[in-house]
């Protein structure tokens, strides 16, 4: 069994909802605490900026939220 790489979108919950798949859920502006994935095998990253949780389907600043997830968080959690 592989782990799925995704961001909080519906492959994300789908890989989650197979036993025994492992997840890395990458989050921006949605809230973990609301939509994380229900399951033992998941893991969120996430860095909380001043304007997260914005809800935004397109960022009006820079993706701060999702540009200070780097590689080697994303790495490390493989």
């Given at each position: 069994?592989?782990?799925?790489?995704?961001?909080?979108?519906?492959?994300?919950h789908l890989a989650a909802s197979v036993p025994g798949m492992p997840t890395i859920a990458i989050y921006g502006p949605s809230e973990p605490i609301?939509?994380?994935?229900?399951?033992?095998?998941?893991?969120?990253?996430?860095?909380?900026?001043?304007?997260?949780?914005?809800?935004?389907?397109?960022?009006?600043?820079?993706?701060?939220?999702?540009n200070e997830i780097d590689v080697d968080d994303v790495m490390a959690a493989f």
């Open positions: 069994v592989g782990t799925l790489l995704a961001n909080d979108s519906e492959w994300l609301e939509t994380a994935p229900l399951s033992s095998k998941a893991l969120t990253l996430r860095r909380h900026v001043e304007c997260t949780p914005c809800f935004l389907a397109e960022c009006p600043l820079d993706h701060r939220c999702l």
